[in-house]
């Protein structure tokens, strides 16, 4: 007698668990009023385990929830993004990105180049330093061609990452390379006067451009791309001839013609390069920003 209590309140209570309140089977109702299911699809699982609820709304896509009853503006910037600029589930789907692209990973190789550089020129170990300097101008050429060639290689993220390898690249050996006396001073402080800027300009752009709330998860999320940077034509000009400039400074104490009076021309060009190149971002900064939308 007891033991079949006890089965018999054991069955009861776990009844009441699995059954939601008001809805369990009997007479006059129905089954299927079980409390909502654990998530089933990948989309969800990656949701609840990765993304901010109160960033993404509900999340109810896998059950059929919210599918019922579009809005008024299904199919439109209203099933992308929430009212007043909110951050939806639509809205991030649609900045995704895969930011683990060949180009990618070939900038960050030249990011991790440049204190190997810095270090070899203060311990004035040119030679070496000259093959490293080519492998990487050599990565520099093939994430560009990558990008260019192959659709599924190129992404918002490679926009500002490549320009910005470049100027951490090139500020690093214009520092080192005033440091053994090869490059002048003035023209050293113009440069990193002009990539500070610009870099300051690429966060500023990020943060205008991240739909509301802004939060620091999202800003430093590089799968959430939202704009493209076009650089000016003569700032890839002068990009170019900051290269040069540093390959002949490279190769002039192994080649004996530091004092050479061609070596100061082109320290002339590429200061009128940098000033021009400044310049243009001025006048056309808002032309370089290409805006992502939905």
Request: glycine share 8%; charged share 15%; proline share 7%.
């Amino acid at each position: 007698m007891l033991a079949s209590r006890a089965v018999r309140g054991s069955w009861g209570a776990l009844r009441s668990a699995v059954w939601a309140p008001g809805a369990r089977p009997g007479k006059g109702r129905t089954r299927g009023a079980l409390l909502p299911p654990a998530p089933c699809c990948l989309g969800c699982l990656a949701e609840r385990r990765w993304l901010r609820p109160a960033a993404l709304g509900p999340r109810n896509h896998c059950s059929g929830a919210g599918k019922a009853a579009p809005g008024p503006g299904a199919g439109g910037g209203a099933a992308a993004e929430a009212p007043g600029g909110q951050w939806g589930p639509a809205r991030a789907a649609s900045l995704y990105e895969n930011p683990w692209t060949i180009p990618n990973m070939l900038s960050m190789t030249r990011i991790g180049l440049a204190p190997v550089l810095g270090y070899l020129i203060i311990e004035e170990d040119f030679n070496i330093a000259l093959g490293v300097f080519a492998l990487a101008g050599l990565t520099d050429l093939l994430d560009g061609f990558i990008a260019r060639n192959w659709a599924n290689q190129k992404s918002a993220l490679g926009s500002a990452l490549d320009p910005l390898a470049d100027k951490i690249l090139i500020s690093i050996l214009y520092v080192s390379l005033t440091y053994a006396d090869l490059i002048p001073v003035p023209l050293t402080y113009m440069i990193i006067s002009r990539d500070v800027m610009l870099i300051a300009a690429v966060f500023y752009v990020r943060y205008r451009t991240l739909p509301t709330p802004r939060t620091l998860a999202k800003y430093f999320n590089p799968c959430y791309a939202t704009a493209r940077l076009k650089p000016t034509f003569i700032s890839k000009v002068n990009t170019a001839v900051q290269l040069i400039l540093v390959a002949a400074s490279l190769a002039a104490p192994v080649f004996n013609y530091a004092d050479s009076i061609y070596l100061q021309m082109l320290w002339c060009f590429t200061a009128f390069t940098t000033a021009a190149s400044a310049y243009s971002y001025y006048h056309y900064g808002r032309k370089t920003v290409q805006v992502i939308k939905d």
